[in-house]
């Protein structure tokens, strides 16, 4: 199976930045997975995308983000990250990474970020 595991999550004002981590491995049987990209949800909201990798490798983003947010990745070590600037308040939200294989997409359990004066 494939574990995913965010981390870097915390509260931090408006028009602050946050870098959150994401760390994917294998056990038993999986194989051939790569980190691919990065939602988020809100308190009663559904997740929605804020930034992954295209199957070319070419970044894409949630235009509510675009212009403040960075995917990058290292796909050779599992490690993918998001940097976060020029936060604010509607970016609240649980951070979700996600892995994929030939057999499907595996998510973490998620970290939180709070924007708040």
């Known amino acids: 199976q494939v574990r995913v595991v965010e981390s870097g999550g915390g509260s931090v004002q408006p028009g602050g930045s946050l870098r959150l981590s994401c760390e994917a491995s294998?056990?038993?049987?999986?194989?051939?997975?790569?980190?691919m990209g990065w939602y988020r949800q809100a308190p009663g909201q559904r997740r929605e995308l804020v930034a992954t990798?295209?199957?070319?490798?070419?970044?894409d983003y949630a235009d509510s983000v675009k212009d403040r947010f960075t995917i990058s990745r290292n796909s050779a070590k599992n490690l993918m990250y998001l940097q976060m600037n020029s936060l604010k308040p509607e970016d609240t939200a649980v951070y979700f990474c996600t892995a994929e294989d030939y057999r499907g997409t595996y998510w973490g359990q998620g970290t939180q970020v709070t924007i708040s004066s």
């Open positions: 294998a056990s038993g049987t999986a194989f051939g997975f790569t980190v």
């Open positions: 990798f295209t199957n070319s490798g070419r970044p």
